[in-house]
């Protein structure tokens, strides 16, 4: 069978208060394009769909568009929550998701409930362990909905999600595809710069060997990096369709193609998503900047190797209208960085030009606007 692995949509996501729904909207549209063109039996989501846990309603409607189409081109499609979903409120759509042949999970229920089966045209029977994402606070609980007995509250997380796994994947045989698919932190993976950090830190993170070697395929989400994992069974986060922030910048943005049959390895290949914007970090001062090529489409980070000064960051935008980021380079603040001076006795005019000295913006100009500024107020006060 053929499987379009994909996870952290981020729907509504922004970069710098600028909106990328529509980008968001191609990119979706590409990757239905995908899923047609290599005709994939089935479509796995795993985790993060939303930004936020309140996604606004247009966020919201161009998620269930994008299900709805992936479902439309014949495949089946598994979703789970990510620790950025509301899982209780993607509960609330199951009923829309059941009656469009997707098969949704936003929080934890009985296990029974998240082992999923099906069949391809072609015959082949599969079945998918879906696990939405699972805090630390609500991982005993977990482990009491699974009935594994007395989870006992001094366990880690680790072993809790251990338990919980093999309760999942305890019925795979060697006639079917296993596959498990869930939003978690597996040691060994990089994270890619727009994740959470409290949920990748090392609590979070679980071994590899949590998965049982009869498992086909695992496919996760939560870290933004494509990778494989080690492990003793074929283990992979697919990455994110596009770069939530600068600190991807280097992604290739695209998805998962798995093929994949009961007792054969797993075959993986990566599909790029062009259709993503790219983000670009230039640097420099105004001159080299103004010589610097850039990408069209790309949202740029600039930083400015010159003091700061009044009217600096006009002077930048109007030479890149898609900066969405404007920064003195770190690198000259500190090499401007004076010896603090002392403060008593001084007047508010003279520590004033003190900040800016030290904070890189020696500017006699914005120097004297305080003083004007201030005498209007003492003016104001004397009145008063």
């Known amino acids: 069978m053929r499987i379009l692995h994909t996870s952290d949509w981020h729907v509504g996501v922004t970069l710098k208060g600028r909106p990328r ?9 590409q990757l239905v394009d995908v899923a047609k063109a290599e005709d994939v039996d089935l479509v796995i989501v795993a985790g993060d769909l939303f930004d936020t846990a ?11 568009a994008a299900l709805s189409a992936l479902r439309r081109t014949g495949a089946e499609v598994v979703v789970v929550a990510g620790n950025h979903d509301n899982g209780k409120a993607l509960d609330a759509l199951r ?7 997707i098969h949704l999970r936003g929080s934890l229920g009985k296990a029974a409930d998240h082992l999923i089966t099906g069949e391809t045209k072609d015959g082949e029977r599969w079945k998918c362990a879906a696990l939405p994402f699972i805090a630390q606070r609500h991982a005993v609980r977990a482990a009491e909905l699974f009935e594994l007995g007395a989870a006992g509250a001094e366990a880690n997380y680790a072993d809790h999600l251990r338990r919980l796994v093999a309760a999942l994947t305890q019925d795979f045989g060697a006639d079917t595809v296993n596959l498990f698919t869930g939003h978690l932190t597996v040691v060994g993976g990089k994270v890619g710069g727009g994740e959470r950090e409290v949920h990748t830190v090392a609590d979070y993170a679980v071994p590899a060997a949590i998965f049982p070697p009869t498992t086909s395929y695992v496919a996760l989400g939560h870290l933004h990096r494509a990778q494989a994992i080690v492990g003793p069974c074929p283990i992979r986060y697919s990455g994110a369709p596009i770069a939530v922030d600068f600190g991807e910048e280097d992604h290739t943005p695209g998805v998962a193609i798995v093929e994949v049959s009961a007792g054969i390895p797993a075959k993986v290949r990566t599909v790029p ?22 990408d069209e489409r790309a949202w740029l980070r600039v930083f400015v190797t010159e003091p700061a000064r009044a009217g600096l960051r006009a002077e930048v935008a109007d030479l890149f209208p898609s900066a969405v980021q404007i920064h003195i380079d770190p690198v000259m603040r500190l090499e401007q960085k004076t010896p603090r001076e002392r403060r008593s006795g001084r ?7 003190t900040y800016l000295t030290e904070n890189g913006h020696d500017d006699p100009a914005v120097a004297k606007l305080f003083s004007v500024l201030y005498e209007d107020t003492q003016t104001v006060s004397e009145e008063a």
Not at 54 to 64: G, I, V, W
């Open 21 to 29: 729904l529509d980008e968001q909207r191609a990119v979706f549209k």
């Open 54 to 64: 309140s996604p606004s309603s247009e966020a919201q409607k161009l998620l269930t």
């Open 95 to 101: 009923e829309w998701a059941h009656a469009a042949g």
């Open 347 to 353: 007047s508010p005019g003279e520590l004033f030009g």
């Open 273 to 294: 998503l062009t259709e993503a914007v790219p983000l670009q970090t230039v640097r420099g001062n105004l001159e080299t900047l103004a010589k610097t090529e850039v």
